[in-house]
């Protein structure tokens, strides 16, 4: 498989910054696979099951299989049917965020848009089941994190879809800039308040369904203050990226809850594990007891420790962020010795999977994060300088 669009979404931090026009080729490529479809008939490893290969507005989940029509064909992936998938299209709506954000390209802006409209009101569609503006989990692996099950609304994926509803809402507001492709300024302003509207009403779900006092409960179906809640060493994922592209502390959490759940990550799933000296693991239990559910909340994945080292750094904690992210590299690198074949995770036993992974990329957002906090002014809501180039399809 090839441009896995749920790992790009971590790696792409390389690619934005080192040569931004490729990584928006690849954006304007995943939107035009987004918005067509492929009714070819596709046998699924899970169940058995039997569907089309990807359904219309269903963002895939990889592009450029070698073994098919690489320039053709999707979702060589087949272990579960993606279009069911929760994390691709909201993952989906924050890269096309970004990488307008970061390079002020108006074109790009133009082109996406619709797309990420017609994704976002699909998303509501299928997968928003009480209204209250976030899309739930289906009790089944449907995430990247394909071993392990949520049910309902989830830390992970609301907060990726909270951040997503975020970045629509931003874009939007810049509508009425444009009257060519994308029509007036009286047609898109009614769009732009509902979707405002919506963002409200997620948020405050969000925080009162999963808002635990220091950390988000995995998933909604965790009684509160539960002792034996899993906390999810990526539940900020959503709002990593939200920040990373500029937008401010208080986007969709209070800066106290994001600053809190910081602090319990820092606490449970890094330092309690061998003295912090091989990184945060995926998943512990609020008690401190090791959270075996599945093969991956036992595991270590790179790209999420260099992800919350980024963030530490973006919120002030900067030797923590270094420390975390140091510990994962001296373990791969120097305990493991892989340096040229970084792994996607490993575990306490020394075991490791995936060799030459790409999500690692996301050390890249380390970067973005030092240049973000030499800024007096990151934690505002000013934009981020625009990338020096312009590109266009």
Same mark, same amino acid.
């Given at each position: ?58 963002? +895939?989940?990889?592009?450029?299989? +070698? ?12 272990? !579960? ?5 929760? %994390? ?5 709506? &924050?890269?096309?965020?970004?990488? =307008?954000? $970061? ?5 790009? $802006?133009?082109?996406?848009? +619709? ?8 998303? *509501?569609?299928? =997968?928003?089941?009480?209204? %209250? ?8 692996? %449907?995430?990247? !994190? ?45 769009? %732009? ?19 635990? @006092? ?47 759940? *910081? ?21 512990? &239990? ?22 919350? @080292? @980024?963030? *530490?750094? &973006? ?22 010795? &892989?340096?040229?074949?970084? +792994?996607?995770? !490993?575990?306490?036993?020394?075991? !490791? ?41």
């Amino acid at each position: 498989m090839f441009n896995t669009y749920d790992v790009h979404f971590n790696a792409s931090w390389a690619l934005i910054q080192l040569w931004p026009k490729i990584e928006m080729a690849m954006l304007y490529d995943l939107a035009d696979m987004t918005a067509s479809e492929d009714t070819t008939s596709v046998v699924f490893m899970y169940k058995g099951m039997k569907r089309q290969r990807n359904a219309q507005l269903s963002v +895939p989940h990889d592009l450029g299989d +070698p073994e098919d029509e690489p320039w053709v064909n999707v979702n060589a992936y087949i272990m !579960y049917p993606t279009d069911d998938w929760k %994390d691709l299209s909201p993952k989906f709506l &924050l890269m096309a965020w970004r990488d =307008w954000k $970061l390079t002020g390209d108006t074109a790009f $802006l133009q082109y996406v848009l +619709p797309i990420c409209l017609a994704v976002a009101r699909s998303c *509501l569609e299928k =997968w928003d089941t009480d209204g %209250d503006g976030i899309i739930e989990n289906s009790n089944f692996p %449907d995430q990247t !994190y394909d071993m392990w099950k949520a049910k309902d609304l989830s830390a992970y994926v609301g907060g990726l879809w909270i951040a997503a509803l975020y970045a629509v809402s931003d874009m939007l507001s810049h509508a009425k800039d444009f009257n060519s492709r994308m029509g007036s300024i009286s047609k898109w302003a009614p769009i %732009d308040d509902n979707f405002s509207s919506l963002l409200k009403r997620a948020k405050d779900a969000y925080r009162r369904e999963l808002w635990d @006092g220091k950390f988000y409960r995995y998933d909604s179906t965790v009684k509160p203050n539960s002792r034996s809640s899993a906390v999810m060493a990526d539940q900020l994922s959503g709002y990593w990226f939200l920040r990373m592209g500029g937008a401010p502390i208080d986007a969709i959490m209070p800066a106290e809850s994001s600053n809190e759940t *910081l602090k319990t990550i820092v606490k449970l799933n890094w330092l309690s594990i061998q003295n912090g000296h091989i990184g945060a693991i995926n998943s512990i &239990l609020s008690n401190g007891k090791a959270d075996n559910d599945n093969m991956q909340t036992e595991e270590f994945w790179v790209a999420v420790n260099y992800s919350i @080292g @980024g963030l *530490l750094i &973006l919120h002030g904690m900067r030797s923590e962020g270094f420390r975390l992210a140091g510990a994962c590299f001296d373990h791969v690198c120097n305990k493991m010795g &892989l340096h040229f074949q970084t +792994p996607e995770a !490993y575990t306490k036993d020394g075991t !490791y999977r995936s060799l030459g992974y790409m999500r690692p990329l996301a050390i890249w957002s380390i970067q973005r994060a030092l240049e973000m906090a030499s800024t007096p002014s990151h934690h505002h809501s000013s934009p981020p300088s625009p990338l020096p180039i312009t590109a266009s399809k």
